[in-house]
T-cell receptor, first 111, second 115 residues
């Protein structure tokens, strides 16, 4: 699976949009981009995933560049409860292979 | 729906002792995963089950770690004997099936401290 690169940490003001970047320059055509987050002392939580089209659900939006070498997770109105480590993961489509977590981005939402 | 259940939530043991963790996945989920998460790192997969069969155990230290899912539902992960470097949170996750579109749902984890 392709390796991802994320900033170690980011801050965001409460109520503002949080934009979390992820580079996956070696992604191949059949690899999906997944985002999970892990709030302190809890297990990881699925947020969203996509292949090449932008995706939106009740939690977030995922913007994937046209060349698919990077993506951005957008939390439109961040709250204090969104403070967590956010993991960007790429995974081969149609495969039974597991998620490979990196170190993620620690997002801190400030009051 | 009920989430993934794990027990115990915390365990402290001395090195060379044995320990077992239990996981009950979401009802109907055929795929079950055990992850190890060392402090400051992302989770690392130890073993993946599809029903009661092992799909991937390539990162499981088989000299001391074992896992089973006898009836394709609950699972146990055992460490015998434990080492100091086994101190970590052990996460269980389940998914409906192993396909990429199938989300993984994680339990709260068991925090193991080996002294």
């Amino acid at each position: 699976d392709a390796k991802t690169t994320q900033p170690t940490s980011m801050d965001c003001a409460e109520g503002r949009a949080a934009n979390l970047p992820c580079n996956h320059s070696t992604i191949s055509g059949n690899e999906y981009v997944y985002w999970y987050r892990q709030i302190h002392s809890q297990g990881p939580q699925y947020i969203i995933h996509g292949l090449k089209n932008n995706e939106t659900n009740e939690m977030a939006s995922l913007i994937i560049t046209e060349d698919r070498k990077s993506s951005t997770l957008i939390l439109p109105h961040a709250t204090l409860r969104d403070t967590a480590v956010y993991y960007c993961i790429v995974r081969v489509g149609g495969s039974a292979r597991q998620l490979t977590f990196g170190s993620g981005t620690q997002l801190t939402v400030l009051p | 729906e009920a989430g993934v259940a794990q027990s115990p939530r915390y365990k402290i043991i001395e090195k060379r002792q044995s320990v077992a963790f239990w996981c009950n996945p979401i009802s109907g989920h055929a795929t079950l995963y055990w992850y190890q998460q060392i402090l400051g790192q992302g989770p690392k997969l130890l073993i993946q089950f599809q029903n009661n069969g092992v799909v991937d155990d390539s990162q499981l230290p088989k000299d001391r770690f074992s896992a089973e899912r006898l009836k394709g539902v609950d699972s146990t992960l055992k460490i015998q004997p434990a080492k100091l470097e086994d101190s970590a949170v052990y996460l269980c996750a389940s998914s409906l099936d192993p396909r990429p579109r199938s989300e993984q749902y994680f339990g709260p984890g068991t925090r193991l401290t080996v002294t």
